[in-house]
C-alpha cells in the first residue's frame, strides 16, 4: 500500500512525510509537490 502526502515541500507536509516513512517505510510514502523542483526533504524524485 502507498500512502501520498500533498505538499510535502511544507513545513506540515514535509514532517507529515518524514513520521509516515519511519512508521512504514520509505518504500511505501509517495511525496507530492506542486513544483518538482522542490521536493523538500525528499530526494528521490520518479516522473512518469
Do not use: C, H, W, Y
Not at 12 to 19: N, Y
Not at 24 to 48: M, Q, Y
Amino acid at each position: 500500500m502507498k500512502i501520498a502526502v500533498s505538499a510535502v515541500s511544507g513545513k506540515l507536509g514535509g514532517e507529515t512525510a518524514q513520521a509516515l516513512k519511519t512508521l512504514v517505510g520509505v518504500e511505501s510514502v509517495v511525496g507530492l509537490a506542486r513544483t518538482p523542483e522542490k521536493p523538500g526533504r525528499f530526494t528521490t524524485v520518479e516522473n512518469d
